[in-house]
């Protein structure tokens, strides 16, 4: 998978051959990964999975973008749970990429239907809960993921269920993301680490551990 040397790419075009390469993947694991975004894009044309703008950089937006989570994630991560999935991001490409036990949370009924449809075509095995995260029924998991939904204090109102002493979240976020923090309003304790995005300039991801309710802030940047 990819080295923790990788050069940035986010000013780049890239091919589902680059994106093969720059994963150290399979030509079986790309030629899946392709039947998933040509499926994806499919269904873009009359359901709004992901944004306009980045269709044409799709490979790089979306499919690297979630893949180089891989390299962030342990050995053994057990239960993955990716909230708000929608167009199965990441929770799809990390199944395609062989990490096992994913478990994805969404609400639209008609993104469950391409969901389960493109786990399917993509000869993936996930577990989809069709429920908003703040009502589904799931047990506490290993690793939580998020990317695209909501901001970083609403997040953990989302996630705390399915939180326990020893999970590990990883957020996907933007340039504002130290704002983010500062809306946590000292409700929350926790862990962090940053790591600049492959894909994005302005990207980061957010590696949270030992998280829990507090009434005393406790954030520590690695």
Known sequence: MLSADQPNLATKFL?????????NVSRE???RLKKFVDFLLKWQ???NLIGPGTVDNIWRRHVLDCGQLVRYLPDCPGTVLDIGSGAGL????LAILGVPNI???EADAKKCVFLREAARISETRVEIVEARAEQAVCEPAE??????????????????????PNTICF????????????DLNNNWKLQMETHQSLTERDGIILKLTSVSRAHVSNLCPA
């Open 171 to 182: 957020f996907f976020k933007g340039r504002n993301y130290k704002h983010e923090l500062i």
């Open 90 to 93: 990441p929770g799809i490409i």
């Open 103 to 105: 478990r994805m949370i």
């Open 15 to 23: 091919t589902a051959e680059d994106v093969g390469k720059t994963l």
């Open 29 to 31: 694991t790309v030629a």
């Open 45 to 47: 044309r009359s359901i």
């Open 143 to 164: 690793i939580v993921t998020a990317r695209a939904v909501a901001p970083l204090s609403r997040l953990l109102e989302l996630t705390e269920p399915y939180i326990k």
